[in-house]
């Protein structure tokens, strides 16, 4: 089963390596994983894509609050919450593709940020499956170069994840 | 009062009522090494490899409340200390290391002496942290002690740059730390301990099983009570001995791979299985589908949620330090006028007892060729079974949990989770200088002796006063028995060619050497060492090379499928 999970730990050097040196060393897998400080400069937030059994998760859980400097866990899969994924696509626009690419973007709601005479940029986002979406209804030999940012999550409503 | 970044290092030290510190100088702290000269509160223990630096003062504190502390230098100093750091980290055994670096601006440009301490020890830590300003020496030295010994124990490593511990700055010990990310629970859930209650009381099969926990939380008084009140029977793991007196008649021995059969039986067919801190690991459950098989109800207290149904279902989880818990099962036991129904107890025990009467310990002595078991029965018997005994890794260690009986806690010293060749000597000299008048016995082989033997100089310049029992069967012993029951009889590279002569070896480093041959010398020689009150005696036993460790559990195998003796195979 696929958990999204969220996670505050002090914003120290060396702490992601903490964390993703846990998911190695214990053979746990790992998806996405993306990190950033918070409006506390002093805490990053970790969101954390991994796949598992349910004993495998309540032990990654478990062994993430047992790192001295994540400050709090929640698996927010567990409950509503909603996912978003950015991704920014270079993609080759000249001749009747150029109108075409345009078009798409429009379709998925993108935004073309970078034009040149012979490339798009399309920013994108939305949730993983809008992006993978995305990416297969454009022509594969137009994609010049991908990235993905990882997927931030947040707890809908009355769900936070706070000090 | 302004002081440097070194002296700062001591006197935290002092603050934290350290008496010894084990380690060896270097370039990157000759500050330190400097501070430590200048007073005479912190002893100094010179060993001659940070390995053993890092396992003495692991010794230290497993046989003491204390947190043991270790110092070493930076580069392979650090890398020296990795083994005992580990060692101790799979023990939850509460230490702090200081490791010097190189200094700030040096580090990441690959400096004479520089690896990366933080980074190759973070996973064998519990926590630790790289110092880069003089400011934070104090604070940060204090949470070490306060992570190391709070919760689940465990070693922190703080690593501190060369120009930090020659940088001035006020220096002022901070009362108390409070960090955010870490509160470990103490009390246990009244609720679940109120559950947990009831299960035993109403328990037709019940089994008490224990582990490092106990003797980590000092709770081996509040454990034997709750044992003599319930009835039941009860086992310690190879980490829990003393846990509970091995000489009552409640107590089943050890279970697990070489554990008793009666231990592993009762583990087996309990109907109400209470775990206090241990943790289901393979050399004692072996297989744990086959374990699942029985369907039991299991109580699990441990201090650390994530050792709670990692390997087993548990059905009561009590999150809580083992002397609070189980001081509120005493409690409510005590305000609750039930008791177990003894006719339904009494027919468990029966069972137990039938169990019981296999002797499964039970071996063939010999008049011609020193058996192990009777070395580790006689050490018993002529230190009153109250010795510190401190083992290394392999057969003596199981023949050593085996036969000494341990009645009280912190006497038995040994490397149960990563198994570490070369802890025993360093152990005893941590656990001797811990407790300057204690009986202080080091059973060991004549391979594991070898892995930390150049300690025999440290013991003579602090004079520390350890019996040195080698089983010495020519064999690494272990290994030898699993080729033999395992791998066709096929003895690759067991065998130690060219042993020194041991007894010998211990005279040219000053101390006294026997070499004992016929079991009618054996107790003779026991006798002999330990009234020798002020000098360390190596008593080197030419032991059966072709004896192995019994009853055993086959790796992989459940509880139940036991080796008794050889008559089995």
């Known amino acids: 089963m696929r958990h999204v999970i969220s996670l505050l730990i002090e914003n120290e050097s060396g702490a992601l390596s903490r964390v993703s040196g846990l998911f190695s060393a214990r053979g746990y897998n790992i998806e996405s994983l993306t990190v950033a400080p918070t409006e506390d400069a002093s805490m990053s937030r970790m969101t954390i894509v991994t796949t598992g059994s349910d004993d495998i998760i309540e032990q990654i859980t478990k062994q993430l609050n047992k790192l001295v400097e994540v400050v709090k866990v929640v698996d927010i899969s567990e409950a509503a919450h909603i996912e978003r994924e950015l991704m920014l696509t270079k993609v080759r626009a000249t001749g009747k593709d150029r109108e075409e ?54 707890g809908r409503g009355d769900r936070i994840l706070k000090v | ?32 090494y400097d ?42 100093g650090a890398t020296n200390a990795v083994t005992g750091i580990a060692t101790a980290y799979c023990d939850s055994i509460p230490m702090v290391i200081i490791s010097g670096q190189v200094p700030t601006a040096a580090i990441g440009q690959d400096a004479f002496q520089e690896v990366d301490t933080v980074g190759i020890t973070r996973p064998c830590v519990k926590h630790n942290f790289l110092v880069k300003d003089v400011r934070d020496i104090a604070t940060t030295i204090k949470k070490a002690f306060y992570l190391a010994k709070t919760g689940r124990p465990g070693p922190v490593l703080v690593d501190i740059p060369k120009d930090v511990s020659m940088h001035k700055c ?68 190879l980490m829990g001995l003393g846990g509970y007196p091995a000489s009552d008649r409640q107590y089943l021995g050890m279970p697990g791979m070489h554990g008793t059969y009666e231990a592993n039986m009762a583990m087996h067919y309990s109907d109400v299985l209470l775990a206090v801190g241990a943790r289901f690991d393979d050399r004692v459950i072996g297989n744990p589908d086959h374990f699942a098989e029985e369907p039991r109800k299991i109580i699990h207290v441990d201090i650390d949620p994530s050792s709670i ?55 063939k002595n010999s008049d011609e060729i020193i058996k192990p078991q009777f070395v580790i029965q006689k050490l018993w018997e002529v230190t009153g079974g109250d010795a510190i005994v401190t083992s290394d890794v ?133 006798r002999e060492a330990f009234a020798r009150k002020n000098d360390l005696v190596f008593l080197d036993f030419q032991i059966d090379q072709t004896e192995n460790v019994y009853p055993m559990v086959q790796g992989g195998k459940g509880l139940t499928e036991m080796i008794l003796s050889a008559e089995d195979l």
């Open chain 2, 394 to 526: 392999g057969q003596h260690q199981m023949w050593a949990s085996q036969y000494y009986r341990f009645d009280k806690p912190r006497r038995w010293l040994n490397s149960g989770g990563l198994g570490t060749m070369g802890v025993g000597l360093p152990y005893a000299m941590g656990a001797q200088l811990a407790n300057p008048g204690a009986q202080v016995a080091c059973v060991t082989g004549e391979a594991s002796i070898q892995m930390n033997i150049q300690e025999l100089s440290t013991c003579k310049q602090f004079r520390l006063p350890i019996k040195i029992c080698n089983l010495n069967n020519r064999y690494l012993g272990m290994v030898r028995q699993w080729q033999q029951l395992f791998h066709g009889e096929r003895y690759s590279e067991s065998y130690m060619d060219s042993l020194p002569d041991f007894a010998k070896l211990a005279e040219a480093y000053g101390h006294v050497g026997l070499k004992i041959e016929r079991p009618s010398d054996v107790e003779g020689a026991l």
């Open chain 2, 170 to 237: 006020e220096f002022e010990y901070p009362k108390e730390v409070s960090m955010r990310s870490y509160n470990p629970v103490v009390k246990g859930h009244q609720g679940q301990i109120r559950k947990a209650v009831q299960l035993l009381l109403e328990a037709k099969r019940p089994m008490i099983y224990t582990g490092g926990g106990v003797i980590l939380a000092n709770a081996a008084e509040q454990l034997t009570k709750l044992t003599r009140m319930l009835g039941f029977p009860i086992t310690n793991t």
């Open chain 2, 309 to 363: 149904s990692k390997r087993v279902r548990v059905d009561v989880p009590i999150v809580g330090d083992l002397k609070e818990v189980l001081e509120e099962m005493i409690r409510q036991l005590e305000a609750n006028a039930a008791r177990p129904n003894p006719d339904t107890l009494g027919s468990w025990w029966k069972q137990v007892d039938e169990w019981r009467s296999r002797e499964c310990m039970k071996y």
């Open chain 1, 101 to 154: 690419m345009k078009r798409m973007a429009d379709i998925f709601r993108a935004r073309i940020i970078d034009v040149t005479d012979t490339s798009y940029v399309i920013e994108l986002t939305g949730n993983q499956a809008k992006l993978d979406a995305f990416i297969s209804a454009i022509d594969p030999a137009l994609v010049l170069e991908t990235v993905r940012s990882g997927v931030c999550g947040v």
């Open chain 2, 35 to 76: 501070a430590l000269f200048n007073q005479d509160k912190v002893r100094h223990v010179l060993v001659r490899h940070e390995q053993a630096a890092v396992h003495a003062a692991d010794g230290y504190a497993r046989s003491t409340e204390n947190v043991g502390v270790a110092l070493v230098t930076s580069g392979p």
């Open chain 2, 1 to 32: 009062m302004v002081l440097s970044g070194a002296e700062i290092v001591i006197r935290c030290l002092q603050e934290e009522k350290v008496d010894y510190v084990f380690g060896y100088p270097g370039g990157a702290v000759l500050y330190i």
